[in-house]
Structure formats: C-alpha cells, structure tokens
C-alpha cells in the first residue's frame, strides 16, 4: 500500500510564500505523476499544478506564476512552493500521486492509478 502524507500548511499572510510538502510512502514503489490540487469553502476540488514524468509543469490561470511544483524521486517526495498568496488562495491543498508502480518481493510488479492525501489547511488572512 502506498500512502501520501501533505504538510506544510497553516496561516500565511497575504503576499507571503510558503512551501507544502507531500510525502509518499510504502515499499518499493515509484511514482510518475505528482500534483496539487485545492478545494476551498464551498467549493470543487481544482488543480492547482501537476506535472508528468519528463513533462512540463501545468498550472491553473489562478496560480501561474506563483507557484512551483518539484519532486525527488529519492526521497519519494514533491513540493509545492506558493508565493505572494492571496485571501483566496485558502484552501485545503490536496497532494495526488498518479501511476504508481509497487514491485513485490517476487519480482512482480502492479500498477496503482492514484493515492491522494488527507490534505493541509492553508489560510491566507492578517
């Protein structure tokens, strides 16, 4: 089973930056795809940013040019770097893992569409 842990989140003030972390893990596994996603108050749940393996990040018009998506595949982790946040930037911010391989102790391999996280809570606010 693999699992996929936000953290990072909490009270920023307008105009100021933060970074949320998402943590994967589990046994033998890699993953290809990573993204963050947000659902506010009353709202869907959007992309923010993902990017593919090899591919080039994708963002949501709201956050383009904010925001920064990296990844370390060693450490199974991606990040999210968020600058000059707005008020309605508050969300709870999501962390999804898409395909997923896990190879068992035989050598055998499966394949795990996606995981997402519990999410963190990110407030914007003064």
């Known amino acids: 089973q693999v699992q996929v842990v936000e953290s990072g989140g909490g009270l920023v003030q307008p105009g100021g930056s933060l970074t949320l972390t998402c943590t994967a893990s589990?046994?033998?596994?890699?993953?290809?795809?990573w993204g963050w996603y947000r659902q506010a108050p009353g709202k869907q749940r959007e992309l923010v940013v993902r990017v593919e393996s090899g591919g080039t990040p994708k963002s949501a018009d709201s956050v383009k040019g904010r925001v920064t998506i990296s990844r370390d595949d060693a450490k199974n982790e991606a990040y999210l770097e968020f600058n000059n946040v707005k008020p309605e930037d508050t969300a709870v911010y999501y962390c999804?893992?898409?395909?997923?391989?896990?190879?068992?102790?035989?050598?055998?391999?499966?394949?795990?569409?996606?995981?997402w996280g519990q999410g963190t809570l990110v407030t914007v606010s003064s």
């Open positions: 999804n893992a898409r395909r997923i391989t896990v190879v068992d102790e035989f050598g055998g391999s499966r394949g795990i569409l996606e995981v």
């Open positions: 589990g046994v033998n596994f890699s993953i290809k795809d």
